[in-house]
């Protein structure tokens, strides 16, 4: 059985720092793309950040560009994403997510942490 675990979130002070991590089981995903996604309150889920398989390329919604940063351990099957100068309108669930094949939309979804962010 496949599960993506998030870990890391919190409340965190505006300008300060967080780091999440996903965890990735019952099968590796060396070979994925994998995503970060966020749940504003009272919002759509949208696209924060994604990494290619060896952490070569990156993606950033424009929002987050310049503070957030997308990294993976393949040997841990793990990505992460490193929160830097969070801002209050960062306050959100954060999800991991992982594609069913190479090159195919997002198909396995982590449960989510809660990252709020005060002023």
């Known amino acids: 059985q496949v599960q993506l675990v998030e870990s890391g979130g919190g409340v965190v002070q505006a300008g300060g720092s967080l780091r999440l991590s996903c965890a990735a089981s019952?099968?590796?995903?060396?070979?994925?793309?994998m995503g970060w996604f966020r749940r504003p309150p009272g919002k759509e889920r949208e696209f924060v950040a994604d990494?290619?398989?060896?952490?070569?390329?990156?993606v950033y919604t424009d929002s987050v560009k310049g503070r957030f940063t997308i990294t993976r351990d393949n040997a841990k099957n793990t990505v992460y994403l490193q929160m830097n100068s969070p801002k209050p309108e960062d306050t959100a669930v954060y999800y991991c997510?992982?594609?069913?094949?190479?090159?195919?939309?997002?198909?396995?979804w982590g449960q989510g942490t809660q990252v709020t962010v005060t002023s």
């Open positions: 997510a992982a594609p069913l094949n190479p090159g195919s939309g997002y198909h396995y």
């Open positions: 019952g099968r590796t995903f060396s070979s994925y793309t």
């Open positions: 990494i290619n398989w060896n952490g070569g390329n990156t």
